[in-house]
Nanobody, 125 residues
Framework: HVQLVESGGGSVQAGGSLRLSCVAS???????LGWFRQAPGKEREGVAA????????FYADSVKGRFTISQDDDKNTVYLQMDSPSPEDTAMYYC????????????????????WGQGTQVTVS
């Protein structure tokens, strides 16, 4: 029983807000948690990541100042707060987990994460 389950996706108007959640369960490493997204016809890209031990966070330049990644004290839930989203943010959003330590230089690369959720769709109009 190892899984990551996302929730909170849906439709939102530009300038609104949305909060995505991801709950990790089972025997799974959660040293590094990340949010990725993939739009039709585009490659999967890193959105934000957090290092559990030091609570260091990282963001794609395109979302800095608008999105915020955080986690509960028990480290089993990670969130992505999306403020002032735009149509360009429309995509399927996935959460992922990896065993650390992961070099900061590759923390935002999908290849660094062996565990993935099924995704939650976010549509911004």
């Amino acid at each position: 029983h190892v899984q990551l389950v996302e929730s909170g996706g849906g439709s939102v108007q530009a300038g609104g807000s949305l909060r995505l959640s991801c709950v990790a369960s089972g025997r799974i490493y959660k040293d590094c948690l990340g949010w990725f997204r993939q739009a039709p016809g585009k490659e999967r890209e890193g959105v934000a990541a957090i290092v559990t031990s030091g609570e260091a966070t990282f963001y794609a330049d395109s979302v800095k100042g608008r999105f915020t990644i955080s986690q509960d004290d028990d480290k089993n839930t990670v969130y992505l707060q999306m403020d002032s989203p735009s149509p360009e943010d429309t995509a399927m959003y996935y959460c992922a987990a990896a065993r650390g330590p992961v070099s900061y230089s590759i923390l935002m690369r999908a290849e660094s994460y062996p565990y993935w959720g099924q995704g939650t769709q976010v549509t911004v109009s």
